[in-house]
């Protein structure tokens, strides 16, 4: 079957397919290229690599080329996904556990992007997997869908339904849990005991609804401490952090409050304490989160040692099994939504390159929020007879 390889390259690490005969995918390779030089993030390549290493498994299983295929043979492949038995032609007649519609979605958009990216540079195969529509269903209206109207546009063929879920959220007796067991202060010899760097950690994902990545990508020149004005910390694009992390949505600024500034404030005392401050040397391009205990001291913080860490404090704690720094992202949104801040508002803290990514993620949130106002049916009903006898 075909595999992906991690490579590491000087400009970081990225990855590609190996075919059967563990030999380089051209074609992908080529498309994949296409992805780097257009400056997507290491984890998207990651994500269509390991797409297209399914796609290509299925075509060499079936031994057939790739630009010679038609949207039947993508249901076939969409098919072995939800089976979770890609390049196994015979069907087992027992229950399977079936991948998750978000998984199957995921890996198709990488196939039918490969296809597209083949469409522009002039490929014929395209034309089978795709489809000219004229309108677009839904409320929402893209700009310029009105060009659309009179010359149509490409659509996918095959459509994979993913059926929107309410997204997880953590109650604030949860977070202060965490908050409290990873670090506490103690008022008598004004001094912090525990893990104060995971608290600073999830105290910002809290108050800020910033990505893992984010976070853990922050340097101390990014974290403009108030003095005199409102804190803020700056999310920046770089492409250079040794982990492959990048801010998704560009530069923004998200204001934070003064308890969150202080103890920031702590967290740089307790790395001058360890010694940082003579060991870096360059301060403000240093990284915030980073190592203190294991590895090299002071390199900046895996995502992988998060996760780890997490896992160890949600069986301590009885957390969500399923809990992810994520949640702290859906959390603060909901927070900011229920309180009332206006969608563009929620939208421009979160960082979201289109405010309909806002609306169709957290549209629940406002809506329950609506619906919840007609359950005073009494006072409902009341108001009509004040109306009528005016």
Same mark, same amino acid.
């Given at each position: &079957?075909?595999?992906?390889?991690?490579?590491?390259?000087?400009?970081?690490?990225?990855?590609?397919?190996?075919?059967?005969?563990?030999?380089?995918?051209?074609?992908?390779?080529?498309?994949?290229?296409? @992805?780097?030089?257009?400056?997507?993030?290491?984890?998207?390549?990651?994500?269509?690599?390991?797409?297209?290493?399914?796609?290509?498994?299925?075509?060499?299983?079936?031994?057939?080329?790739?630009?010679a295929?038609?949207?039947? %043979?993508?249901?076939?492949?969409?098919?072995?996904?939800?089976?979770?038995?890609?390049?196994? %032609?015979?069907?087992?007649?027992?229950?399977?556990?079936?991948?998750?519609?978000? $998984?199957?979605a995921?890996?198709?958009?990488?196939?039918?992007?490969?296809?597209?990216?083949?469409?522009?540079?002039?490929?014929?195969?395209?034309g089978?997997?795709?489809?000219?529509?004229?309108?677009? !269903?839904?409320?929402?209206?893209?700009?310029?869908?009105?060009?659309?109207?009179?010359?149509?546009?490409?659509?996918?063929?095959?459509?994979?339904?993913?059926?929107?879920?309410p997204?997880?959220?953590?109650? !604030?007796?949860?977070?202060?849990a965490?908050?409290?067991?990873?670090?506490?202060?103690?008022?008598?010899?004004a001094?912090?005991? +525990?893990?104060?760097?995971?608290?600073?950690?999830?105290?910002?994902?809290?108050?800020?609804?910033?990505?893992?990545?984010?976070?853990?990508?922050?340097?101390?020149?990014?974290?403009?401490?108030? $003095?005199?004005?409102?804190?803020?910390?700056?999310?920046?694009?770089?492409?250079?952090?040794?982990?492959?992390?990048?801010?998704?949505? +560009?530069?923004?600024?998200?204001?934070?409050?003064?308890?969150?500034?202080?103890?920031?404030?702590?967290?740089?005392?307790?790395?001058?304490?360890?010694?940082?401050?003579?060991?870096?040397?360059?301060?403000?391009g240093?990284?915030?989160?980073?190592?203190?205990?294991?590895?090299?001291r002071?390199?900046?913080l895996? !995502?992988?040692?998060?996760?780890?860490? @997490?896992?160890? &404090?949600?069986?301590? @704690?009885?957390?969500?099994?399923?809990?992810?720094?994520?949640?702290?992202?859906?959390?603060?949104?909901?927070?900011?939504?229920?309180?009332?801040? !206006?969608?563009?508002?929620?939208?421009?803290?979160?960082?979201?390159?289109?405010?309909?990514?806002?609306?169709n $993620?957290?549209?629940?949130?406002?809506e329950d929020?609506?619906l919840?106002?007609?359950?005073?049916?009494?006072?409902?009903?009341?108001?009509? +007879?004040?109306?009528?006898?005016?």
């Amino acid at each position: &079957m075909a595999t992906t390889q991690r490579v590491a390259t000087a400009e970081g690490v990225t990855w590609t397919v190996l075919a059967r005969d563990f030999a380089v995918v051209g074609p992908i390779e080529q498309y994949l290229e296409y @992805l780097r030089s257009t400056a997507a993030s290491p984890n998207t390549v990651k994500s269509y690599a390991r797409g297209l290493a399914l796609w290509w498994s299925f075509l060499e299983g079936r031994g057939q080329e790739w630009d010679a295929v038609g949207a039947t %043979d993508l249901g076939t492949f969409v098919g072995q996904l939800r089976r979770r038995s890609v390049a196994e %032609d015979v069907v087992q007649l027992r229950a399977q556990d079936r991948a998750p519609d978000s $998984t199957v979605a995921s890996r198709v958009r990488s196939v039918m992007s490969f296809y597209r990216y083949q469409a522009a540079r002039g490929g014929e195969v395209a034309g089978r997997l795709y489809e000219t529509v004229r309108s677009r !269903p839904g409320s929402y209206l893209p700009f310029l869908e009105h060009v659309a109207r009179k010359h149509g546009r490409r659509s996918s063929a095959v459509r994979i339904r993913v059926r929107a879920k309410p997204v997880p959220v953590l109650l !604030p007796r949860q977070m202060a849990a965490l908050r409290q067991a990873e670090a506490s202060w103690h008022a008598t010899d004004a001094t912090w005991s +525990g893990e104060l760097r995971y608290r600073l950690l999830w105290t910002l994902l809290e108050e800020t609804g910033l990505r893992l990545g984010e976070a853990l990508g922050l340097q101390h020149r990014d974290w403009k401490t108030g $003095t005199g004005t409102t804190a803020q910390v700056e999310i920046v694009h770089r492409e250079d952090h040794p982990h492959g992390l990048r801010a998704k949505s +560009g530069y923004r600024r998200v204001f934070i409050g003064s308890e969150l500034d202080r103890l920031y404030g702590d967290w740089v005392w307790a790395l001058c304490e360890a010694g940082a401050d003579m060991v870096l040397d360059d301060w403000d391009g240093a990284y915030i989160f980073c190592n203190l205990h294991r590895g090299r001291r002071f390199a900046p913080l895996r !995502p992988e040692s998060v996760y780890k860490h @997490l896992g160890v &404090m949600k069986r301590r @704690l009885g957390l969500p099994e399923g809990m992810t720094p994520h949640w702290y992202r859906h959390t603060h949104a909901t927070a900011l939504l229920l309180a009332g801040v !206006p969608d563009h508002v929620v939208s421009r803290r979160l960082g979201h390159a289109d405010i309909q990514t806002t609306i169709n $993620t957290y549209a629940h949130v406002t809506e329950d929020a609506e619906l919840r106002a007609c359950a005073d049916w009494k006072r409902i009903t009341q108001s009509w +007879g004040s109306r009528n006898e005016h």
